[in-house]
């Protein structure tokens, strides 16, 4: 059989704990990549069920399988001298690392869309090194639309690049030792890690180092990558290690597709993304209910790696009135020895490789499956894969919410800071030059830099006799040191929304800003200065910022409008619940205030929003509101309007119902009368 060989030679950036200085490693080693001439396909359910028995699939795994490896129409249509790539070509694009989009700020009726494409790096745990980071920055000041955005997945984003420079930056980031492969489509997306660089915590340095293992794991092995936009040429990447490469060839009970380009994912990868995390037991900086896999590190008495709790089965993306969608926080799975991550790693995706719905795409991430099997079942099945039984899951302390922002000792004489990036967006604004000190620190500094699941930026190894002089450059642009940020805005996360996001119904980073501030003034309004909670806001349901983990979400519905959710705790390890739909933007301080004055009334010592309005009750906090009147409407000014007693009771049911204030549904109702009449 024919088979077509790829050579690649791989460079590995290594940071050794306990070293100030950057390594470059270089591993002489070959990966051959065999391609078969005949395209082999992987069942979507197990092999055992007969064709007749399986469901139709859907539209995108008729293109990956076409796709010859990530390859077309992707190849093809990149030669081209188009604007954009097609409908087709644009699923596979997303393999690569790109979404296409347009700036619908410049829609003109009659005139071809203001097409653009969105580049996301893999980086797992979030590391950057000094070169890539230098290379970013300049890619987006050549080529997009001069700013960076850290995503909520610790990794970096390039809006506004042409079809023609598309080529020409991913090059240029694989040849600064970055990646974009993986970073988007139907596979393992960017592995999580916490942020913080500590080296003196054995349990930071092993999240750290089996964050970079996972991800070589569940990296894709088609040349298609390379073919495309590097023409084939030697690759800058990383060396999985020895037991990685082990684990790739060895087969167990199924994990391993034979004689496939894709050992792992075969031809039709995975249903859809697939989204895991490592961290250590109390630290959720990295949102671990909300991934497909979470590993807990586990050590002994003697401080010694020994293995890994599991946790499975979350995922924050639904579908507006699609109840069959909805959000979900993982569940444990149980232990496992760490000589053994990697065959159960494996297991737990060949488990949704062959499960999961291929079918029905709103219905295809393991969270569903997982919920319509039940957690007995799925191990059940993760079980017979990996061969062997999963240990009982071991106890864990509280799991708190942590960003890591100010100056810290790193545990090995040196210190790190972590800098708060609102919204995640790097730019020079006003008197916020952040992109400028970036730049001034890492050329005159050279820092490696661990990015954060709330986007912000840890810049670490730094002497401390070099503290001084970066914070002066900190301070000289304008960025404020973390006791300086209101908790409101430090705690906060929004998703890029309009103009560039295809999915986004209404905004949510440019307004956010703006939004707290009128949150803040309304908490000064009824009595609580000094009160914060976690705040997320995003423009469709996908739930990108997370906004299901947050004390107040803010999720885009219809235009200038979003629905309210409520009750999630501080540390983000429960979801919050849909408190009202349709919410007009410009009606927020309507909406809260009776909430915030219901909370200022019934809370209990030092609990937090969050947790008061899932203990009080939305049926309570409905009946307040329902009875509530504002200040303003209080005043002797106010107009009077009589109401007959029985539409005076079916006012106060519907507000009841729908925790608005009986004046808020009045307004409404005569505006839209009103407006009728025009």
């Known amino acids: ?51 007749a028995s399986q ?12 796709s010859h490896g990530l390859r077309e129409p992707v190849a093809s249509e990149l030669l081209q001298d188009t604007t954009h790539f097609s409908e087709d070509a644009t699923q596979i694009l997303k393999f690569h690392g790109s979404y296409q989009q347009d700036n619908r700020d410049n829609r003109v009726k009659g005139q071809e869309k203001d097409y653009q494409f969105m580049l996301r790096t893999r980086n797992p745990g979030g590391f950057i090194s000094p070169q890539l980071y230098l290379a970013l920055d300049q ?9 960076l955005r850290v995503t909520t997945r610790q990794g970096f984003q390039i809006h506004g690049i042409l079809k023609k420079n598309l080529k020409t ?30 080296k003196d915590r054995p349990d930071y340095v092993a999240a750290r180092e089996y964050a970079d293992n996972i991800a070589d794991l569940l990296t894709p092995q088609t ?42 994912y075969g031809t039709h990868y995975m249903p859809r993304k697939f989204k895991c995390s490592i961290t250590v037991p109390g630290d959720n900086s990295i949102d671990l209910f909300s991934q497909d896999v979470s590993l807990v590190v586990m050590l002994n008495d003697q401080q010694q790696l020994e293995g890994f709790n599991i946790y499975a089965g979350g995922g924050l993306g639904r579908t507006h009135n699609k109840e069959e969608t909805f959000a979900r926080v993982a569940d444990p799975i149980g232990y496992v020895d760490k000589a053994d991550i990697y065959d159960l790693m494996k297991a737990i995706v060949a488990t949704q490789r062959d499960y999961g719905d291929r079918g029905n795409r709103r219905h295809a991430r393991m969270k569903y499956l997982i919920h319509d099997w039940g957690v007995d079942t799925f191990r059940t099945k993760v079980e017979a894969y990996f061969g062997k039984s999963i240990q009982p899951f071991r106890p864990l302390p509280e799991f708190k919410y942590l960003d890591y922002l100010g100056w810290h000792e790193q545990g090995d004489g040196q210190l790190f800071v972590g800098i708060s990036i609102e919204n995640g967006r790097v730019k020079d604004a006003g008197g916020f030059q952040l992109k400028t000190a970036l730049r001034e620190i890492e050329q005159k500094f050279a820092l490696p830099i661990r990015l954060t699941a709330n986007h912000n930026l840890i810049l670490y190894d730094i002497d401390p006799a070099n503290q001084a002089e970066i914070q002066a450059i900190l301070d000289r ?55 914060s909670f976690v705040t997320r806001m995003t423009g469709c349901p996908n739930g990108c910022a997370r906004p299901y983990l947050a004390e107040l979400g803010l999720v885009g519905q219809s235009p200038e409008a979003y629905q309210l959710w409520l009750g999630a705790c501080p540390n983000q390890t429960r979801l919050s619940q849909p408190y009202m739909d349709n919410m007009l933007i410009k009606n927020l301080e309507l909406t809260l205030e009776p909430l915030l004055v219901c909370f200022k009334q019934n809370r209990t010592e030092s609990e937090s929003f969050g947790d008061f309005c899932n203990r009080y009750g939305f049926a309570a906090l409905r009946q307040f509101a329902s009875t509530y009147e504002t200040a303003a409407v209080k005043s002797k000014s106010r107009n009077r309007i009589g109401i007959y007693d029985p539409i005076y009771s079916q006012l106060k049911a519907a507000a009841a119902a729908q925790g608005k204030p009986m004046t808020m549904l009045v307004n409404e109702a005569i505006q839209a009368y009103l407006k009728g009449l025009e």
């Not at 940020?485 to 956010?512: F, K």
């Open 1 to 51: 059989m024919l088979r077509c060989r790829w050579i690649l030679i791989h460079l590995k950036f290594s940071r050794k704990t306990g070293e100030s200085g950057t390594t470059l490693v270089l591993f002489a080693s070959s990966i051959i990549f065999a391609r078969q001439a005949a395209m082999v396909t992987t069942p979507s359910l197990p092999v055992s069920q007969s064709p």
């Open 55 to 66: 469901p139709k699939v859907s539209k995108v795994e008729g293109l990956k399988e076409r």
């Open 139 to 147: 890619l987006s000041e050549t080529y997009g639309n001069q700013t």
């Open 169 to 198: 930056v991913i090059a240029e980031i694989v040849r600064h030792m970055g990646s974009t492969l993986g970073a988007c489509g139907d596979l393992n997306r960017n592995v999580m890690a916490p942020p913080a660089p500590y």
């Open 223 to 264: 040349g298609a990558y390379y073919e495309i936009w590097l023409d084939g040429e030697k690759a800058i990447t990383a060396e999985p290690s020895p037991e990685v490469q082990a684990a790739l060839s060895r087969n167990g009970n199924g994990t391993i597709i034979p004689d496939s380009e894709e050992p792992i």
């Open 477 to 531: 642009c304008g960025i404020l040191k973390a006791t300086e940020i209101d908790p409101l805005v430090r705690y906060s996360m929004a998703c890029p929304a309009l103009p560039t996001c295809g999915l986004a119904v209404t905004e949510s980073e440019r307004v956010l800003h703006s939004v707290l501030e009128r949150v803040r003034a309304l908490l000064v309004k009824v009595g609580l200065p000094q009160e």
